[in-house]
Antibody, heavy 120, light 111 residues
Framework: QVQLVQSGAEVKKPGSAVKVSCKAS????????INWVRQAPGQGLEWMGR????????NYAQKFQGRVTITADKSTSTAYMELISLRFEDTALYYC?????????????WGQGTLVTVSS | QSALTQPRSVSGSPGQSVTISCTGS?????????VSWYQQHPGKVPKLMIY???QRPSGVPDRFSGSKSGNTASLTISGLQAEDEADYYC???????????FGSGTKVTVL
């Protein structure tokens, strides 16, 4: 049973950066894609980007290009999402979610979510 | 890329059927058979309910079904049950530039 466990909640100041981790267990990390999806309070889901660890290739939603970096450490089966130049509107729950490489088009399972609060 | 359009809410009585629409364009829903649906109960993590338009993952009840016509995908819940009350989101692959777009979300209420 694949499980994704994310790092804990963060409080950050505007203009700073946050790095969230997502550790996979119970499967073969190199066969996955790890996607990052965020959900602002009371709002819907928004895809931010993904990494394919077997290829070490990351793709990003146009909205986040230049502000987000997704990386993966195959030795620890952990993916990371770093978001820089934080704004108040980046306050959200950030989820990682698995797909299967090279190409499946769904997300399952999801991590438990990491709340990032941007506050001065 | 704008979110896919879903009705804000739908409702039905126990045992009835409800259908949630998800309207996009030829660049996403209409262009690929890669629509998925997620159920999210309040305060919980999204759960995959349908993938590749009409495929059900193991463990998802068969009262959940998906379909697509043109630029609109649909999720139908037959034999509505109290535990189906949740938010539902569609998601479509949108090509190798945009990648994925989610729907705006629909709240299903069981009367």
């Amino acid at each position: 049973q694949v499980q994704l466990v994310q790092s804990g909640a963060e409080v950050k100041k505007p203009g700073s950066a946050v790095k969230v981790s997502c550790k996979a267990s119970g499967g073969t990390f190199s066969s996955y894609t790890i996607n990052w999806v965020r959900q602002a309070p009371g709002q819907g889901l928004e895809w931010m980007g993904r990494i394919i660890p077997m290829l070490d290739v990351a793709n990003y939603a146009q909205k986040f290009q230049g502000r987000v970096t997704i990386t993966a450490d195959k030795s620890t089966s952990t993916a990371y999402m770093e978001l820089i130049s934080l704004r108040f509107e980046d306050t959200a729950l950030y989820y990682c979610a698995r797909g299967l490489a090279p190409s499946t088009y769904w997300f399952d399972p999801w991590g438990q979510g990491t709340l990032v609060t941007v506050s001065s | 890329q704008s979110a896919l359009t879903q009705p804000r809410s739908v409702s039905g009585s126990p045992g009835q059927s409800v259908t949630i629409s998800c309207t996009g364009s030829s660049s996403d829903v209409g262009g690929y058979n890669y629509v998925s649906w997620y159920q999210q109960h309040p305060g919980k993590v999204p759960k995959l309910m349908i993938y590749d338009v009409n495929q059900r993952p193991s463990g998802v009840p068969d009262r959940f079904s998906g379909s697509k016509s043109g630029n609109t995908a649909s999720l139908t819940i037959s034999g509505l049950q109290a535990e189906d009350e949740a938010d539902y989101y569609c998601c479509s692959y949108a090509g190798s530039f945009t990648f994925y777009v989610f729907g705006s979300g629909t709240k299903v209420t069981v009367l």
